[in-house]
């Protein structure tokens, strides 16, 4: 019945919606398939339903011992449940090893001689450096229903009168000593207690919505995990453990439930009645992975980027090369480590300067169009939005416009987000290796003098159309991945766009701490 209902909503959805919507809509799904075939394990956004641990109930009982047969009320409260925790990490560059259902753990039950539950251990969750986590809202269908909506619909649904339902309430929120659960719904006490109880609860539902609509989950990783942001005692005394930092609270676990100790009055010496644990707290985020790339390649498809991030890397980045389009499906982050310009001797240890490069898929005309969605569309684009530098790489040999594709390229990333194509520093013209031998006055052997100033006069031209429309600074390279030349020149300046964008924000961190 839940599935054909939900079949049914989702059927009004769609019927409400155009056309065009509706055939962008499977347009992006199809892009998303194809981004995940092969196996492929890459996953840059995802939607999580997180639920705190749920507490322990708590335990009706009396205390028994020699020469005692009638003691005190002695039942213990149950444990509180775990609540979750995410922490960023950089050893993780994908959200396919975060599950989509978490849930806490539960507290454990009370038990009697004033034995109280143990608390729920803590859920801590590891997702990559650089996620975005948004809590949907409340009028999004998407958010997984909390513990009243599910409660009302599963009474709705199943056609309850209102003594059952009230029945059904009262047995999921207490517990009874055996052979007094209806003795003690007749008593005037429990009466008082359940109401006061049930004032609570509707103030806990409020208190949660408010905190919804009002201060909804957001969160933005761009930094890994500091342990010591954890509120602790630099002087503490030794052999004392300090409490260990778990990441950032998601999903607090629910309270444990209350022994009947909790409820002895003047007119009830002998409650034998207890409360269940809590349900934990119920979100559902929207995490979307950004990845933290110091610079970002963009190119149309089969321009060699992936060719070129193998030579940058020295091999080490694991990408996939051949020669048709869209062999990139996924964005593939490596590392150039440079070698130190200080002199040395050759014994002496010194520490690389290293820095990250983004390959990702090609970019074609209308890839951001929010209804053309054309190729593989631009959510992968999502892993350069941080990125300080962006370089263009574009095919250099005779059978390609290099400005007619810079154009293209420009146009796409100003409409996925503006201003992004103002971060371009340098244009990589690959495949220079081509130029003079795909010349018509060139010989096979060896390109003439006539087809090598051609190809001159083409760097030219490609060189005054960077300097009219991206700008003065913008420097124009050819290269030749495949036989990995000139590519020192390469490196040396995407060095330079990388130590000059971190000590921005070195300054700006300073700026801050000293404000």
């Given at each position: 019945?839940?599935?054909?209902r939900a079949?049914c909503?989702?059927a009004?959805?769609?019927?409400q919606r155009?056309?065009?919507?509706?055939e962008?809509?499977?347009?992006?799904?199809q892009?998303?398939?194809k981004?995940k075939?092969?196996?492929?394990?890459f996953l840059?956004?995802l939607?999580v339903?997180?639920?705190?641990g749920?507490?322990?109930d708590?335990?009706?009982?009396?205390?028994?011992e020699?020469?005692?047969?009638?003691g005190?009320?002695?039942?213990?409260n149950g444990g509180?449940?775990?609540?979750?925790y995410f922490l960023p990490?950089?050893?993780?560059t994908?959200?396919?090893?975060?599950?989509?259902?978490?849930?806490?753990?539960?507290?454990?039950?009370g038990k009697?001689?004033?034995?109280?539950?143990?608390a729920?251990e803590?859920l801590?969750?590891?997702?990559?450096?650089?996620?975005?986590?948004?809590?949907?809202?409340?009028?999004?269908?998407?958010?997984?229903?909390?513990e009243?909506?599910s409660?009302?619909?599963?009474?709705?649904?199943?056609?309850l009168?209102?003594?059952?339902?009230i029945e059904?309430?009262?047995?999921?929120?207490?517990?009874?000593?055996p052979?007094?659960?209806?003795?003690?719904?007749?008593?005037?006490?429990?009466?008082?207690?359940?109401?006061?109880?049930?004032?609570?609860?509707?103030?806990?539902r409020?208190?949660?919505r408010?905190?919804l609509?009002?201060?909804?989950i957001?969160?933005?990783?761009d930094?890994?995990?500091d342990?010591t942001?954890?509120t602790?005692?630099?002087?503490?005394?030794?052999?004392?453990?300090?409490?260990?930092?778990l990441?950032?609270?998601?999903?607090?676990?629910?309270?444990g439930?209350?022994?009947?100790?909790?409820?002895?009055s003047?007119s009830?010496?002998t409650?034998r009645?207890?409360?269940r644990?809590?349900?934990?707290?119920?979100v559902?985020?929207f995490?979307?992975?950004?990845l933290?790339?110091d610079?970002?390649?963009?190119?149309?498809p089969?321009?060699?980027?992936?060719?070129?991030?193998?030579?940058?890397?020295?091999?080490?980045?694991?990408t996939?090369?051949?020669?048709?389009?869209?062999?990139?499906?996924?964005?593939v982050?490596?590392?150039?480590?440079?070698?130190?310009t200080?002199?040395?001797?050759?014994?002496?240890?010194?520490e690389?300067?290293?820095?990250?490069?983004?390959d990702?898929p090609?970019?074609?005309e209308?890839?951001?169009?929010?209804?053309?969605?054309?190729?593989?569309?631009?959510?992968?684009?999502?892993a350069?939005?941080r990125s300080?530098?962006?370089?263009?790489?574009?095919?250099?040999?005779i059978?390609v416009?290099?400005?007619?594709?810079?154009?293209?390229?420009?146009t796409?990333?100003?409409?996925?987000?503006?201003?992004?194509?103002?971060?371009?520093?340098?244009?990589?013209a690959?495949?220079?290796?081509l130029?003079?031998?795909?010349?018509?006055?060139?010989?096979?052997?060896?390109?003439?003098?006539?087809?090598?100033?051609?190809?001159?006069g083409?760097?030219?031209?490609?060189?005054?159309f960077?300097r009219?429309?991206?700008?003065?600074?913008?420097?124009?390279?050819?290269?030749?991945?495949?036989?990995r030349m000139?590519?020192?020149k390469?490196?040396a300046?995407?060095k330079g766009?990388?130590?000059e964008?971190?000590?921005?924000?070195l300054?700006a961190?300073?700026a801050?701490e000293?404000a």
């Open positions: 019945m839940f599935i054909h079949f909503s989702s009004r959805r769609f019927s155009s056309e065009e919507e509706i962008a809509y499977k347009r992006r799904r892009a998303e398939w981004r075939q092969g196996g492929n394990t840059d956004h939607i339903t997180v639920r705190g749920k507490g322990g708590g335990c009706a009982a009396f205390h028994r020699k020469f005692k047969p009638f005190p009320p002695s039942g213990g509180r449940g775990g609540s979750v990490t950089p050893a993780l994908t959200l396919s090893t975060v599950p989509s259902r978490i849930r806490g753990h539960n507290g454990q039950h009697g001689t004033w034995q109280n539950g143990k729920g803590p801590v969750i590891k997702i990559p450096v650089g996620t975005v986590v948004r809590e949907l809202g409340r009028k999004d269908p998407r958010r997984a229903r909390d009243w909506e409660e009302e619909e599963a009474m709705v649904a199943e056609g009168t209102t003594a059952e339902r059904r309430m009262r047995e999921k929120r207490w517990l009874h000593y052979g007094y659960g209806e003795s003690n719904i007749e008593r005037d006490d429990f009466k008082e207690v359940e109401a006061s109880m049930y004032k609570l609860e509707r103030e806990r409020l208190a949660r408010r905190r609509d009002e201060n909804p957001f969160l933005d990783l930094k890994e995990a342990p942001s954890s602790e005692a630099d002087n503490a005394p030794l052999g004392i453990r300090q409490p260990e930092y990441g950032h609270l998601i999903a607090k676990g629910g309270q439930g209350l022994g009947n100790p909790t409820f002895v003047t009830n010496r409650p009645y207890a409360t644990g809590h349900e934990g707290e119920r559902t985020l995490l979307e992975l950004k933290l790339a610079i970002g390649l963009v190119g149309m089969n321009a060699g980027k992936s060719t070129l991030l193998r030579a940058l890397t020295g091999g080490r980045a694991k996939d090369v051949a020669g048709y389009a869209f062999t990139t499906l996924n964005p982050v490596g590392i150039v480590q440079s070698r130190p200080r002199a040395g001797h050759h014994f002496d240890l010194y690389n300067f290293r820095f990250t490069i983004a990702n090609g970019l074609i209308n890839s951001a169009s929010p209804f053309a969605h054309a190729g593989l569309g631009h959510s992968f684009l999502r350069i939005e300080p530098a962006l370089v263009y790489v574009v095919d250099f040999s059978d416009d290099p400005c007619e594709a810079i154009r293209i390229l420009k796409e990333l100003d409409t996925y987000q503006e201003g992004m194509a103002s971060r371009i520093r340098m244009v990589v690959n495949k220079a290796d130029v003079a031998s795909q010349s018509p006055s060139s010989d096979t052997s060896s390109p003439s003098a006539e087809a090598i100033e051609e190809a001159k083409r760097l030219a031209r490609l060189e005054e960077v009219t429309e991206l700008g003065e600074d913008v420097i124009v390279i050819p290269v030749s991945a495949k036989y000139n590519l020192r390469v490196v300046l995407m766009y990388v130590e964008a971190r000590e921005e924000k300054a961190r300073e801050a000293a």
